[in-house]
């Protein structure tokens, strides 16, 4: 047996691990914590001391077992967790439940899994840092109060099922408030001017006014008054300038630029990045530090000078603003800069490079510009043209990188500027004055989020990528579908001594790929604004983060932070949960012209629907569901009234009625009793029966056999898990080394197998008779199951001496449980 005992957190990690240290070591991997706050309760001593009940979740019992047998065999256990506050939660995790010898723990660090760094820390072990396990704490507790006390308060005012978080709230609330702003932006229009001129030696030259004017009858005006003038260049300005590179990557400025040059979403970005570091070749992933070790600025000056020469090194020491960021040690770097291309999957090879271009530009010379401004006078107006033009003398670092920016902060790039001197005249090719709009605030990117909570001091790197991701989730944001609208604008131009008047079109208001909050989102963050305005407050959320690293530097009690939060907040739920209104979003739109009832769209059970008519009136109110693309707050009177007309009756099919209608999924033609959904885009209200039948056949071409087993027949289709197979009831996932479009009989017969022998597995008891059966779950849960019915049982319950009276009296409740 080995003497020394490594612990890490990851499987992939501990693999990387073991191959830098010798036979004395065996290295295994805690999956992460091996204890955490309890699920169904809220595990936190509120009345006393703040402190929380950890447990042992089931699944890792076994795992806490194999450990505690491994620690006990071994001379020193090496707790070799993350060097974050999380990593020394976990290692506190396993030091506290795996009962471990003080004298014989050791706690290592490492921000890179090289031999080096890995000897290197074991050459310098120290105690668990107690302050860090505390600010982590402290972060998991006043989570778990801010949710589990929030959540059952929306529940009650608004909807069942859903949640509240702290930081995902207040990152919701950005987006909400970015949407009203862009809803209540009113566009106003300018006139821009703009010209090209001709150099005596030919070469063309693009210019602008400066300013621009209000109205089309002044911008014809001007160009009508230039019809016949002669311009000249009236003064030449050329200075140096220079550009610098940015700083090495920290987590949030990685996620934005692979994000802008990559495409990735944060959550595949810190996938990605992950497994870089798990295999060695990058620095630890999660750090808000820019700073980077003597060893790695060497090591990039060599790289530096061997690859483009001495005149393009120059030795930077970027400093860290952010007083959290002594935790982690440097930058996001490789581990080799020698190494270009590692031997790994495309998405890390693209991942890793930026991550290498970016660090050796950051000790790369600055970039030598020279910058002209030339003004161009005319004999007509005192008003002057300009053109400003960009050569780059030395590119130091563009040669390797060129950060990217954001849709909002994207300029014109200026570009070279023909030879001119002082006086020489100018042919005018043409001037065009053109309306463009102002623009409303950007929707966020996932980017763009990113930056403003940075900004905010809201969240830390580890909080960045499920912050996004659960908002999402939750439903309470959505990536936007929507390609943009066309708009119409005017374009005058006063070429060959006239001016002609064009109207052109242009796409505006995209909000592709962005986030766009949903009706229960901005339902949830109005109640949530109006009754918790501290917990929705920047300025409070950004403190609870400083008080979290305050804490992790040892100048503030963590139980303190705890009881001064939950003092004013515990009050205020009761308050809130006692004397609030129902939020709805309900609005009134009018009234019914038929009836005189009122006519408002609200959040209903489904979701968002238009109401004709009140709950309190002697006829039952008439409903109607909302589009996928349409909203409470932007929804107008005639739209909604055209719900009503839903369903459309389109004619037969085969004998069956064809109609199409919204449901809870979208737009939908409807023929006997099967269903097919419209394709995106496609209107309900435009959908006619030709199309109809197209869509009917197309379904039934797709449900049709493949083939059979067992005398019963095979269909496949594609669903939102991706391609699969029915037969006798099972849906069956069909995985990518099958051709899905070419399943051959032993294909189909196999896959089937392979699924009732998975199903057999899963069966625990079942009384045929009543249709009921008991199951294992995913998560090691048991569930009584009876149609589409299901019960869980809870984790003290033996399955195997549940009687069938038991099962029948469980998804019993259930059912009385969703009546009431």
Excluded: C
């Amino acid at each position: 047996m080995a003497k020394n005992l490594v612990i890490v957190e990851s499987p992939a990690k501990a693999k990387t691990i073991e191959k830098f240290l010798g036979k004395d070591f065996k290295v295994t991997s805690s999956f992460g914590h091996i204890a955490d706050l309890p699920s169904r309760e809220l595990g936190v001593d509120v009345d006393k001391d703040f402190s929380p009940k950890y447990v042992v979740d089931k699944e890792k019992k076994a795992l806490v077992k194999k450990l505690k047998e491994l620690a006990s065999k071994a001379e020193t256990i090496w707790l070799a967790s993350d060097e974050d506050r999380e990593g020394e939660a976990i290692s506190w995790h396993l030091a506290e439940t795996l009962k471990l010898d003080a004298d014989k723990t050791r706690r290592i660090v490492f921000n890179s899994i090289t031999k080096s760094a890995i000897q290197k820390a074991i050459e310098n072990p120290r105690k668990i840092n107690y302050d860090l396990v505390n600010a982590q704490q402290a972060r998991r507790i006043l989570d778990r109060l801010v949710g589990y006390e929030l959540s059952p308060v929306l529940w009650k005012k608004i909807k069942p099922g859903l949640s509240a978080g702290r930081v995902q709230s207040v990152a919701v609330r950005l987006i909400v408030e970015r949407e009203r702003a862009i809803e209540e932006f009113e566009p106003q229009s300018s006139f821009k001017v703009a010209a090209e001129f001709r150099t005596e030696n030919g070469a063309t030259l693009p210019a602008k006014l400066n300013e621009s004017f209000d109205t089309e009858a002044e911008a014809q005006e001007f160009l009508a008054g230039l019809a016949n003038a002669s311009f000249a260049v009236d003064s030449l300005d050329t200075k140096p300038a220079k550009k610098s590179p940015a700083a090495p990557f920290t987590t949030s400025t990685l996620q934005q630029e692979a994000s802008r040059k990559l495409y990735f979403s944060v959550s595949r970005t810190m996938q990605v990045a992950q497994r870089l570091y798990e295999a060695g070749l990058i620095t630890y992933m999660r750090t808000d530090s820019v700073s980077l070790s003597g060893e790695a600025i060497a090591a990039a000056k060599e790289e530096i000078v061997g690859n483009y020469g001495e005149k393009y090194s120059k030795v930077r020491k970027f400093q860290s603003k952010s007083k959290g960021a002594q935790e982690a040690h440097e930058a996001i770097r490789p581990t080799d800069m020698g190494l270009q291309r590692p031997n790994v999957e495309r998405d890390q090879a693209r991942l890793y490079e930026l991550i290498r271009m970016r660090t050796l530009a950051s000790q790369m010379s600055d970039a030598q510009l020279e910058r002209t401004q030339v003004k161009i006078r005319n004999d007509r107006d005192d008003r002057l043209f300009s053109a400003n033009g960009e050569v780059i003398k030395f590119d130091g670092f563009l040669k390797v990188y060129l950060e990217g920016k954001d849709e909002e902060d994207a300029e014109e790039q200026d570009g070279m500027l023909p030879a001119m001197q002082v006086d020489e005249a100018l042919t005018n090719n043409y001037i065009t004055a053109t309306q463009r709009f102002t623009r409303p605030p950007y929707r966020y990117t996932e980017a763009s989020l990113v930056k403003k909570l940075e900004e905010l001091g809201i969240g830390r790197p580890s909080t960045y990528a499920p912050t996004i991701s659960t908002i999402q989730n939750r439903g309470y944001v959505e990536k936007g579908t929507v390609d943009g609208t066309e708009r119409e604008y005017l374009q005058l131009t006063l070429e060959g001594g006239g001016v002609k008047r064009k109207e052109l079109s242009e796409t505006v208001g995209s909000d592709k790929g962005k986030l766009v909050p949903t009706d229960i989102g901005m339902i949830v963050n109005d109640f949530l604004v109006s009754h918790f305005a501290n917990i929705l407050d920047y300025n409070f959320t950004a403190k609870v983060e400083k008080d979290f690293d305050d804490i992790a530097t040892g100048e503030e009690d963590w139980q303190d932070v705890l009881r001064g939060f939950y003092k004013d907040f515990h009050p205020n739920v009761l308050d809130v949960e006692e004397n609030a209104d129902r939020a709805s979003g309900e609005r009134v739109l009018g009234t019914d012209p038929e009836t005189g009832r009122q006519v408002a769209v609200r959040l209903g059970r489904f979701g968002p629907m238009v109401q004709i008519g009140t709950a309190d009136e002697e006829e039952k109110p008439q409903f109607a569901s909302l589009l996928p693309d349409q909203s409470l707050a932007t929804i107008t009177y005639d739209e909604a009234m055209e719900l009503f007309k839903l369903p459309r009756k389109l004619g037969t099919f085969e004998g069956d009625e064809v109609e199409a209608n919204v449901g809870r999924y979208g737009p939908y033609v409807r023929y006997g009793k099967k269903f097919v959904s419209l394709d995106e885009g496609e209107s309900v209200f435009d959908v006619d029966m030709e199309r109809a039948a197209e869509l009917i056949r197309a379904k039934k071409k797709q449900d049709a056999p493949i083939a059979s087993y067992e005398d019963k027949p095979v269909t496949k289709g594609k669903g939102r898990f991706g391609p699969f197979i029915k037969w006798d009831g099972m849906f069956i996932n069909v995985p990518k080394k099958y051709d899905f479009d070419n399943l051959s009989q032993a294909d189909i017969e196999e896959l089937i197998e392979a699924k009732k022998k998975k199903e057999a597995e899963k069966l625990v008891r079942e009384w045929p008779e009543e249709d009921i059966r008991i199951e294992k779950g995913r998560w090691g849960r048991h569930t009584v199951i009876k149609g589409r019915k299901k019960v869980d049982l809870s984790k003290d319950v033996d399955p195997q001496a549940v009687t069938l009276e038991e099962a029948q009296e469980l998804l019993s409740k259930k059912k009385t449980r969703k009546k009431s």
